[in-house]
């Protein structure tokens, strides 16, 4: 069971990305939890995470210009990423419970560079 992240790239300051998740392997259940990014020097962080209420939470740095969507039933979670700035630049993570375990299952990131 893995979850591989992709769709970064190079972008210039106010392009788009959407970056999708697939998680694959024998899976029954799976749980996405959200989207986190780590850039060069800083610890990683959240981008967006679904709430149990169903809700979704951005971060403050991406809200406004970030839309999470995921569909449990195809195992794929994406984020589309509006009007990237280079604070943007980072590796992107998804990570997931799957299967009913309690452990979170991390993604292998995707590079986004935000640069002109």
């Known amino acids: 069971v893995q979850l591989q992240a992709s769709g970064g790239g190079l972008v210039q300051p106010g392009g788009s990305l959407r970056l999708s998740c697939i998680a694959s392997g024998s899976i029954f259940n799976i749980n996405f939890i959200g989207w986190y990014r780590q850039a060069p020097g800083k610890e990683r962080a959240e981008v967006a995470t679904f709430r149990s209420d169903g809700s979704t939470h951005y971060a403050d740095s991406v809200t406004g210009r970030s839309t999470m969507s995921g569909d449990n039933a195809k195992n794929t979670l994406n984020l589309q990423m509006d009007n990237l700035e280079p604070e943007d630049t980072a590796v992107y993570y998804c990570?997931?419970?799957?299967?009913?375990?309690?452990?979170?299952?991390w993604g292998k990131g995707t590079q986004v560079t935000v640069s002109s």
């Open positions: 990570n997931a419970f799957i299967n009913f375990s309690t452990r979170q299952v």
